[in-house]
């Protein structure tokens, strides 16, 4: 399929999802900005304020020929994108698509409540078992904090999560926008790291598949 | 960042900008010389891009103490001839609301924008008040946009028009708007700049005030036909249909959302609405005359569908008005497309019951289900104070002071901003929290008509200032025995570090007025001054205090942790947990909960802490009662 006939069937609906503090903004301003560079409208639906401090955040980023509002309807998302687990389990359990792409952070941060033993735990196996369930197609499971502190450090976990998207048939934008996009978005010292996780998410990523298609 | 976009005298131009950015940009295309404001998510992305642009463009923009304050400085800046904007949240309108009631009846000077950005399901506030009602009830022109492009463009057209009929407009968004990001083209400068010049030759007073009040409500009736001009209000229809699907403002794109999902284009009619007051009663009449069944969509409450139900009255011919009043969409909370097009489907099969309908526009009964039993799965992740925050600080030491002096049964006042988060665990200390600077007054009458019980009232510091020091200045009068607790991390944080009159960090020459300072002036007889993070002198000054029988103040003081030189300044330490040390008791997560705890990776239940996560404030060494958090010296990066 390509990408003019994906537009044409209404919006590409991406989400991401994750836990204030992790970059879910960043994220979805760098696909804003590679969406516009690549000729398509665009809408953001993002969260601020208190309701940010270490609680659970997503945004909801729309593309296409033309956008109405920015909430994506329940069953629509195309992509999720799961800066942490539990946080993507919650937005696909709402909002997935069927055969819809998923590219998972398996490092999940633990709520307080969970710690104090006040509510069960959800381990990484349920919720990549659950979003299968879902009709997930193309699921990526990567720890991508510690894939991230080797390439440009922790803090570009996100980024790196990005990269590995940009590895997905489904993702209609190109890695090259993306990835001036990226150089466009972020402040100049921490370019470097950013640019290195990047590329190491989309070869994690790209590899993988032939993996798959190889067996 | 956005600041090339902002000051772009390149008109068409599209760029990608965030919904309360356009409404700045419409300002500064308008030529505004004057704004201020109040700091309140959701609208505070305004005044900060405003500030950015203002030392560029030679236009006045700062922060004001409170949204009254704020809305008076405007008001002063409209007398003077310029162009001023004021800019707050919903509920920032009711501090404002006084003035707004009174400045209505003035023939204005310089244009005069009110921007109030509501918030429907209160997703960063207490209520989810709807303003439109506030433009009814003052009599006020008011409009509302449905996407950036408009955002921009009726910010700007909102001070013609102010201008054109000397009254104050308002300018009505919601949350969904001004923090979705998206693309939109650029306007054209008004390049009429004015010098101030005040007109000492008239008296700017509504009183008396009868000939001012029916001069307003002729003021309204000629902003009917001024809208006009603009075209906020877009009729799209055959003259046939018998079904209308009406939005008011942003909402308005999940009615024409809904259309498409139901491939009802072209068979239904639709009514863009963007005037709020007067409601424009000739277009809505256009749909009226054909159709015999309405759906009105609509953020928050049943405004516009009451109005057009009033306009109904007058065909003779039934129409049937659906809409959140009539129970066809849900009556509070956020209007969501799911909801809309389930409604119109509703409305179809009522009027053309042999109509098909796509069937998979909604979730199915199953899958709906599946996701119920997922989501009960899933635990709650509670919001938190952020590592290194002072707050988390001050809650543990209040809580260890009421402990150790022997206090069982405390009342604890909250107030509104980060520190609100103390409602919920780890400290879940807070019993009460209502409107901005309420801990003063209520503390106050707890504290009279509680005598046995120790009454302590946390406040802000950005709360103190805007609405406290009046509550302050009664309890002192009073001279009731209530704790202070003036939780003052220097800045406006829960909204993202605005300044205010304490904060100590600012670089220009502005004054800086301490709480203390003001407690002092007040006559509070006991006023300590304490950093946040040296817990053990915090416990022991609550301690004293809490014995008192006069009215005291504790200011507990340390910036934010996000305050923008915190966040980035280099760390010298982390912490670090002993392994050998750690019995799991878990005493660090159940009484300090910070997010930088986390289960050790042996799986023996013992605790450890992220390195990425700790922001090295070093206060958790106290609470641990093994001794095993410890510090560790970082080598300074290269």
Known sequence: MTRETKAKQGPFNLIIAGVGGQGTIFASQVVARAAIEEGFSV????????????????????????????????????????LEPIEALRRGAD?????????????????????????????????????????AGELLAMDARAMAEEAGGATTTNVLLLGAMCGFDVFPLSYNSVESAMRATTRPRFLEANLVSLDRGREYALAVKNVNQNN | MRKEVLLSDAPGTRVLLLGNEAIARGAIEAGVQFVTGYPGTPSTE????????????????????????????????????VRSMVIMKHVGLNVAADSLQQLKLIDIAGGFVIVSVDDPSGLSSNNEQDNRWYAKFAGLPAIEPADLNEAREMAKRAFEISEELRTPVILRSVT???????????????????????DGTRQWTPFPCLEPERRLREKLRQAGEVFERYEFDVYQGMGSEKIGVVGAGFAFNYAQEAVDRLGLRG????????????????????????????????DVTPFLEEGIKAEAQGIHRPIQIHGRKSGALPEVGETILDDVVSALADVVRQESPDRALPSDVLLSKGRAEQSTAIQKLIPRRQIGFCAGCSHRATYYALTKALQNAGIKDPIVVGDIGCYTLGFYPPFSI???????????????????????????????????YHAGMPGLLQIAQQQRPVLIIAMDNSVTASTGQQPHPGTWQLTDERTVIPIEDIARAFQIPHVRVVRSLQIKRLIRELE??????????????????????????????????????????????????????????????????DPVLCNGCASCKIVCPQGAIYLERLEPEE
């Open chain 1, 43 to 82: 809408r953001i639906a993002e969260t601020y304020g208190v309701t940010q401090r270490g609680g659970p955040v997503y945004s909801q980023v729309r593309i296409g020929r033309q956008v109405y509002g920015p909430l994506i309807p329940k069953g629509c998302c195309h992509l999720l994108l799961g």
């Open chain 1, 95 to 135: 909002y997935l698509a069927p055969r819809a792409g998923v590219v998972l952070n398996t490092h999940v941060s633990v709520p307080l409540e969970t710690q104090l033993g006040k509510q069960p735990d959800l381990r990484i196996e349920t919720i990549e078992r659950q979003l299968r369930k879902l009709g």
């Open chain 2, 46 to 81: 305004i005044m900060e891009t405003l500030i950015e642009a203002a030392p560029h463009l030679d236009f006045v923009a700062h922060w004001s103490v409170n949204e009254k304050v704020a809305f008076d400085a405007a008001t002063g800046a409209s007398f003077s001839g």
């Open chain 2, 176 to 198: 969904r708007l001004g923090h979705m990001t998206g693309d939109l083209e650029l306007g054209e400068f008004d390049r009429n700049r004015r010098e101030p010049n005040f």
């Open chain 2, 267 to 298: 068979e239904v009619a639709l009514l863009k609405i963007g005037t709020v007051n007067p409601l424009p009663n000739r277009i809505i009449h256009r749909l009226l005359n054909h159709v015999s069944q309405v759906l009105v969509v609509e």
């Open chain 2, 430 to 464: 807070l019993q009460t929290m209502t409107s901005m600077g309420a801990s003063m007054g209520t503390s106050d009458a707890l504290a009279q008509l509680n005598p046995s019980r120790k009454v302590i009232a946390v406040i802000g510091d950005s709360t103190f």
């Open chain 2, 544 to 609: 004293e205090a809490l014995v008192l029988d006069v009215p005291a103040m504790i200011v507990s003081r340390q910036a934010c942790a996000l305050e923008p030189g915190e966040r980035w300044r280099e760390r010298t330490v982390v912490a670090k947990v002993d392994a050998a040390k750690c019995d799991g008791c878990l005493a660090c997560v159940e009484e300090y909960g910070c997010p930088a705890f986390v289960a050790a990776e042996d799986g023996e239940g013992k605790m450890a802490i």
